[in-house]
């Protein structure tokens, strides 16, 4: 679908491939509807200079459910015709050493807000038979690493619900993208050294949160429903598919609880 002149909600676009996202998707003269929880003046100029028709400030704390309910309400007026559920924390560490409330926050945020987003956004857009939902996933839906669970768990579950609704959706104008997205340096590619890397040599491979907005804008005007990695974590990806034991002796050689 094209982009320009576009409703296009970004959770998560503050800072890094969210806010590359808000960058791109202005550059295409889009109506930005920035899901935030704080706000810089001057980046919202920078996204009105470089095209955006419009931006609006949408300010909520996603991991709290009224919030999440009363932003769905809104939004729900506003004819979105592309809700990227991007916003995302990360929860790595052995799963014992999890803090509580940190493992609550990443269903909350990673999953469940993006569930009762989409489930907002959805009746205009089908009223409308036009529209996108856009889901920021990552290749810890497919790949069992150590230290993911949680992290892996929320994703894995937010793939999921988007190739059920992409089923559901068949021939109502309405279509989905999954994001699997690898590493892409930014402030949580950088957390994912720290947190996994006390035990496990996870991959090393990324790409700028710049030249992956650039892929999704890419993917949402082909219509893809899958914006897959490519070089060595697509390599990574298809070892896991096709020789599962060889990719889980890798990941094991790669580990070491004790380490830390
Ligand atoms: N970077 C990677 O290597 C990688 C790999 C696979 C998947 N992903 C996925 O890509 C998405 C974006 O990640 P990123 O690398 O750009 O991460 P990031 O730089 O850490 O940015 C995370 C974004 O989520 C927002 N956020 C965090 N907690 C929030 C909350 N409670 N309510 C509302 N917004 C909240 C942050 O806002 P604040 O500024 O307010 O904190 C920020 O805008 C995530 O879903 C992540 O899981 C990333």
Known sequence: MEVGNKNVVITGSSRGIGWELARAFAKEHAALHLVQRSWDSNKIEELTKLGATKVVRWTCDLTKTD??????????KENIDILVNNAGILTGELLEKQNDNDI???FQLNLVASALLMKSVLPSMLERRGGKIVNNTSVSAY???PCATT????????LAMTECLETELMGTGVGTLALVTPGIKTDMFDQIKTSYGKYF?????YISAEEYANQIIDAIKRDETYLMPKGATRFGLLMNKYTPSLFKKFVIGSFNRNRA
């Open 67 to 76: 919030s999440i309910l009363n932003l769905g309400k809104d939004l729900a």
């Open 151 to 158: 992290y892996a768990a929320a994703k894995s579950g937010l």
């Open 201 to 205: 040599d996870s991959p090393a491979d």
């Open 104 to 106: 609550i926050d990443v």
């Open 143 to 145: 790949m069992r690493f």
